[in-house]
């Protein structure tokens, strides 16, 4: 299971200033806390960047790559800011993200070709609907692997991101299990082992406590893995999700991670 | 998933003492703690009662009848005491256990048709050797299906436990992958849903810190989760496992608890 910080982004009224201000020291003092945590991917979530997109997203490049070598993921709905952002990365990033929404297909898919980097499809439906159902996801996974293909784009460099819903809403559980369900046949109905990834603070959107919170993302993200997911956006300064994320790899043996390194 | 106790077993000091007084106190209110840690189940194993095995086991089941209504859990190698357990059950028990070994096939199966209870069968090889990998754990459940059907049983009175190993055994790691992988398989190769069950706390027999344990174990009890497990016995005073399991049911509403519940 490979992690990915969450923790970047624009909701964060700290990274919001430091972007406004275009000052590094905030963000690259957040950075380098996640990178000890043990992410592997550094997400940059700068919103929707209405003004002075390019600008702000090549500062924030500029301000992580400072002070971490770790590969980003550029996540923004700004496609020419996702293309500055491009320009001022050191290695391939992984662009965040399409889906069967026309104008995402049109924008995105040509800038992962274009930079031959990965890139994150979400199954959502064209209207950007939420799909209902494990159906329904696989039924547009095999829409967007067509659409992602037909661009000209390897499989290799398709994520599938299959959704997470926020576990208060009234169907929640019922989608939480629809997932599951998702990440387990997808290998087999595309006929590739498609690489997955979910943002797991989807599940625990919404009021609720901190320890409710923590024990469902911390009880859920061992059964995504046990259905094969491969990465998780996540917050990676939640310390008890961090040790289950380490723990899963050290039993999974998919990572270098020991159980001696267990904390 | 079902929450079978572990914790009345002759490996605790207060159950061997108590046991060889026959004093029910301690057993009572061991019983009483798990119930209203959620347990759904009490597993009942007083070891290999060498000497005066049926008084035991008999005394054993009174003492806990008297205080819960629970099913029981018979859990021992000795026939004849599991023979006067099962005489003193005001409920079916669940006979802990079986396999391919000739002289449990012969001595076990027999109870559980004359007595029509549920009996958990062990994927073991027919030395006793524990499977190496979950194509031979494969093949010993369609043996195991196979005898136990011939001795006169119906499917729906079979549990199968596919035999956890500590995971600080030399290929621990991997053997907990290939036990997620047999959960996965076994209703497709046995062409229906048979129940399963697995012993917990095998995960992390040995020496080790309890923090690093309770990880491993609140880790994979999901994963088992989500590879179809139904049943699990494990320590019921362990609260955060507890409350892993509470949360895994909660998302998967196979049972009655909310969101609301978890702790």
């Known amino acids: 299971l490979y992690l990915a910080a969450d923790n970047v982004q624009v909701m964060d009224m700290d990274v919001e200033r430091a972007l406004n201000h275009l000052d590094p020291g905030p963000l690259q ?9 043990g992410a592997d991917y550094i997400d940059v979530n700068p919103g929707p960047l209405t003004g002075r997109g390019k600008e702000k997203m090549t500062f924030l490049v500029e301000a992580i790559q400072a002070v971490s070598s770790l590969p980003l993921i550029l996540d923004t709905a700004n496609t020419e800011a996702m293309a500055a952002g491009l320009d001022a990365c050191k290695k391939p990033p992984i662009l965040n993200g399409f889906s069967m929404e026309p104008a995402k297909l049109k924008r995105v898919l040509p800038l992962a070709r274009d930079y031959n ?12 609907r939420v799909p209902s159902n494990a159906d329904e996801r696989l039924s547009v996974a095999v829409d967007l692997f067509e659409a992602f293909s037909k661009a000209g784009l390897p499989p290799r460099n398709l994520i599938i991101d299959p959704v997470l819903v926020p576990v208060m809403w009234e169907n929640g559980q019922h989608q939480a299990m629809e997932v599951l369900k998702t990440l387990r046949m997808l290998p087999d109905l595309l006929g590739f082992p498609a690489t997955t990834m979910v943002g797991l603070s989807n599940l625990t959107w919404g009021r609720g406590r901190g320890e409710r919170k923590a024990l469902l993302e ?8 046990a259905s094969g997911l491969d990465m998780v956006l996540m917050n990676m300064l939640h310390a008890g999700t961090v040790a289950v994320a380490r723990t899963i790899n050290a039993l999974t ?9 267990i904390p």
Chains 1, 2 share one sequence.
Do not use: H, N, S, W
């Open 29 to 37: 003092d957040l950075t380098l806390r996640c990178e000890e945590a």
């Open 117 to 128: 980097c990965r890139v994150i499809g979400f199954l959502l439906m064209p209207d950007g």
């Open 218 to 225: 911390q009880t859920y993200l061992p059964m995504l893995a």
């Open 253 to 261: 043996g998919r990572r270098v991670f020991t159980l001696e390194e």
